[in-house]
């Protein structure tokens, strides 16, 4: 839990160095002056008594001869004292001695105190004595008559017995710095571990905050910095919080524009790597988001002139602008696409925009607007160049031959009547389309629908050598139709079957029941459609077969599938050249029962 290198082992090794230093050196001040203080006492002590033994012990020494034993006076005054006394004659021999064997001890001349008091009048010495065998501190006295010398006298004491005090007052000094130590170490680490707590607790929440925990907060419990800092680490969670949540909804709008954007977006880096792809571009580029990603532009791109674009673009650094049209390998179609390239320099993230428009639809729209147009004129100008011949024929005299005329006139009369189907059409089908004309949609009978289209046209049949036949099913449900308007839907594919049928043929009119709808079907035996026609057979003008289509506009297929989608159905083909054609088309069903 503690690491050697934490803040909190830092400032309480610190602290506790600080601490025993301290200590230690005031414990060996105060030791060593207890000590200074204490032996300068017992000095002055032992000088005090020395020079009082002195005093009652003159005259019993000036009256001393050798070989006198003075030892039961030494006894006498050194118990008195509490030291050991030592009476010393002149010449350095001992003749009095309180503690120890007198007989024992050798000539005291050359003991350093002796000396000095000799010389001095009083000596002092803290040594080693031989005779003891441990620590003394001595102190040694001239004792003179008026005359001379008569003596020395000494008197010791033991320097570690006297200091026995002063060692029970070191340890006891020792003791409390010990305790006190012990006390300050772990009031250290309990300080330490107050400060560095709420820094612990922020290191924590900035620990959970960087693996993504962005809701996390720190109580601020103090007043001081490490509060302070707390208060402003919660202030900078709650606006990164709010920050990352307002770029993540902003992200997400992005990416759901991009996605369901018709056109295609990419984003590639300043090298040529894919960044981002949406949808549309990857269908445009026949590829997928995932595939393309990170890959150079112009593996994904695989057209020249897109990759040249993109190249040029950034050369120049200008948006590039080109219509291209590509190959797509899925459906062999060609498609159409506007290429708009531009460089992103000076931007967070340099790189390109690519962006694709598919004018495909567009372009095909212009072609198919292209087409009527010059199909119209060509309709029209036929019958109105018949027009003008026959107009021409009259006016250079036949109107003179009044029964050549009335051939003329007769035909103007039918080359009118053509011209007028066909606008009537066009103007139908325009009505249609534009959705202008009202549905009149009721539940009505399937029957009702076919019967009546089909009467009409048996004669044109019988006519033609063909056989046409009705057979719906008992129970069909009603359907959802505008009667007039589905009679002729039944009425022109009835009138085609007709007319692309060869004698000896038949036709049939049928019906079956799906769920929510009903399937009309009119089936021949006729020349059938070849398989290029049949997709754009419903096309307006489109004629698979000029020769046999005779009159016909092109246009009746065209308006039948209008008014088939306008109920909300569906109409198609089946054929096969040679063996016939099956045209079907639904229309929703308005209840179960017939
Ligand atoms: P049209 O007035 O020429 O009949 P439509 O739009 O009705 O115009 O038909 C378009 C073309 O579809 C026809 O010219 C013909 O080539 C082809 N077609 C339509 N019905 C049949 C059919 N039953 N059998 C064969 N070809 C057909």
């Not at 033994?53 to 003159?58: E, F, M, P, Q």
């Not at 130590?181 to 929440?205: K, S």
């Not at 150079?296 to 057209?303: G, Y």
């Not at 072609?367 to 309709?379: A, P, Q, Y």
Request: hydrophobic share 45%; with cysteine.
């Amino acid at each position: 839990m503690w690491h050697y290198r934490s803040t909190q082992v830092r400032i309480a090794v610190s602290y506790v160095l600080l601490f025993v230093l301290t200590m230690a050196a005031l414990t060996v001040y105060l030791t060593t002056y207890l000590r200074r203080t204490y032996l300068e006492n017992l000095q002055e002590q032992l000088t005090a008594d020395v020079h009082l033994v002195a005093d009652v012990l003159n005259a019993r020494l000036a009256a001393a001869k050798a070989g006198d034993n003075l030892d039961p006076l030494a006894d006498y005054y050194a118990e008195l004292l509490g030291a050991r006394l030592t009476l010393i004659a002149p010449d350095g021999e001992v003749i009095g001695e309180s503690d120890f064997d007198r007989t024992q001890m050798d000539n005291h001349l050359q003991r350093p105190e002796v000396q000095q008091a000799l010389s001095e009048g009083r000596g002092f010495s803290m040594r080693y004595s031989k005779t003891g065998r441990e620590e003394f501190m001595y102190v040694a006295l001239r004792v003179e008559t008026e005359e001379s010398v008569v003596g020395i006298i000494r008197l010791a004491i033991p320097v570690n017995e006297a200091a026995s005090d002063l060692n029970r007052l070191t340890a006891a000094i020792f003791t409390a710095t010990l305790v006190v130590t012990v006390l300050a170490v772990v009031l250290a680490f309990y300080i330490a571990n107050r400060t560095t707590g709420p820094v612990r607790h922020l290191t924590q929440a900035v620990q959970q905050m960087a693996s993504g925990d962005l809701s996390t907060r720190t109580l601020p419990t103090t007043e001081d910095e490490v509060g302070q800092l707390a208060r402003a680490f919660n202030h900078m969670a709650t606006e990164l919080e709010e920050q990352i949540r307002a770029l993540s909804t902003e992200r997400c709008r992005l990416a759901a524009i991009l996605e369901h954007m018709a056109d295609g977006v990419i984003i590639i880096d300043e090298d040529g790597q894919i960044q981002m792809m949406n949808q549309a571009a990857a269908e445009i580029l026949e590829t997928a988001p995932e595939t393309a990603m990170g890959k150079n532009f112009s593996t994904v791109a695989r057209h020249h002139r897109l990759i040249e674009l993109w190249l040029n673009c950034r050369r120049t650094q200008r948006e590039g602008r080109e219509a291209i049209e590509t190959l797509q390998t899925a459906k062999r179609k060609s498609r159409f696409l506007q290429v708009i390239i531009t460089p992103q320099y000076g931007a967070i993230a340099p790189g390109f925009i690519v962006i694709l428009q598919d004018l495909t639809r567009i372009r095909r729209l212009e072609t198919v607007r292209r087409d009527f147009i010059s199909n119209i004129s060509h309709e029209l100008r036929t019958p109105l160049a018949s027009l003008a011949a026959l107009v021409e024929t009259l006016q250079d005299g036949a109107i003179d031959d009044p029964p050549a005329a009335e051939r003329f006139l007769n035909h103007i009369a039918r080359e009118v009547a053509a011209m007028t189907q066909i606008v009537e059409e066009l103007l139908e089908l325009s009505r249609i389309e534009s959705g202008r004309v009202p549905l009149y949609v009721k539940p009505t009978p399937v029957s009702d629908l076919v019967v009546r289209s089909v009467e009409r046209l048996s004669p044109q049949a019988m006519r033609s050598g063909l056989s046409l036949a009705v057979d719906l099913p008992e129970a069909l449900p009603l359907v959802l139709a505008d009667k007039e308007r589905v009679q002729r839907v039944v009425t022109n594919l009835v009138h085609n079957a007709i007319k692309f049928t060869s004698a000896g043929g038949s036709i049939a009119v049928t019906a079956y029941a799906e769920t929510n709808r009903v399937v009309i079907m009119v089936k021949d035996t006729g020349v059938g459609i070849s398989e290029e026609d049949l997709p754009r057979i419903f096309e307006r003008f489109y004629k698979a077969d000029r020769a046999r289509s005779g009159g016909g506009t092109g246009l009746g297929l065209a308006i039948s599938k209008h008014i088939v989608q306008a109920h909300g159905g569906r109409i198609w083909v089946e054929s096969e050249v040679g063996s016939g054609s099956t045209f079907f088309f639904s229309l929703p069903a308005a209840s179960k029962a017939a």
